[in-house]
């Protein structure tokens, strides 16, 4: 079966520019989480989604905004884009939410540069 | 404040040999403990984990041991293999953080052939 899918792979903005990036879950996965990853913070939670609801946010600016539509896909949106939000997204995909994540998948990721 | 803490961030490792890494937590509500392996390129994908009630757990060459008074676990690779090369990442959650999880900052490995 399909895994996640996030689109798109790499990305170059501008700093000030905004930024939507997209996460497709696996096909009857209903959580979707976000992470950013990295070198000098490693993986750091985002947020969480299920059934189109937040559940969880990490500690991020309000910059860092999400979604969730009916079918489960994820955006997330990053408005004025500093040069320390160039990193990694990841969207991890899970059947149910509140299983200590055993169920997590991730995506590839899409890479974001801001200069 | 960095809630788990892994070591160390590199590692070399001859082929054969038993890869060690370590990860210490602070939250003693965490009762999830996954592993996690990133190829570059790739998202991590989950390894082998543990719940507290067990001391250790072991799939084919992956092993975690569980010490819940210290504090620590730690993830052991027998008979390490170059296709082992890759970064590893501790994680800890709690059941009623949904799925959110907290990364140790990671351990490149390197098997040496």
């Known amino acids: 079966k399909a895994g996640v899918t996030q689109t798109p792979r790499y990305l170059i903005k501008t700093r000030g520019q905004q930024v939507t990036l997209s996460c497709s879950p696996i096909?009857?996965?209903?959580?979707v989480s976000w992470y950013q990853q990295t070198p000098g913070q490693g993986l750091q939670f985002l947020f969480e989604?299920?059934?189109?609801?937040?559940?969880n946010k990490g500690n991020f600016p309000g910059r860092f905004s999400g979604r969730q539509f009916s079918n489960s896909r994820s955006e997330m949106n990053v408005s004025t884009l500093e040069l320390g939000d160039s990193a990694l997204y990841l969207c991890?995909?899970?059947?149910?939410?509140?299983?200590?994540?055993?169920?997590?998948?991730f995506g590839s990721g899409t890479r974001l540069t801001v200069v | 404040q960095q809630q788990v803490k892994q070591s160390p961030q590199s590692l070399i490792v001859q082929k054969g040999g038993i890869s060690i890494i370590n990860c210490a937590y602070e939250?003693?509500?965490?009762?999830?403990f996954p592993w996690y392996q990133q190829f570059p390129g790739k998202g991590p994908a989950l390894l082998i984990a543990?719940?507290?009630?067990?001391s250790e757990k072991k799939e084919g060459r992956f092993t975690i041991s569980f010490n819940k008074s210290a504090k620590q676990f730690s993830l052991h690779i027998m008979d390490s293999q170059p296709g082992d090369s890759a970064t590893y990442f501790c994680?800890?959650?709690?059941?009623?953080?949904?799925?959110?999880?907290?990364f140790g900052g990671g351990t490149r490995l390197m098997v040496k052939p």
């Open positions: 543990i719940r507290p009630d067990v």
């Open positions: 096909s009857g996965h209903r959580s």
């Open positions: 989604y299920f059934s189109e609801t937040q559940r």
């Open positions: 991890a995909s899970s059947l149910v939410i509140g299983q200590g994540a055993s169920g997590y998948t």
């Open positions: 994680a800890a959650t709690t059941n009623n953080a949904g799925n959110m999880l907290t």
């Open positions: 939250n003693t509500a965490f009762d999830y």
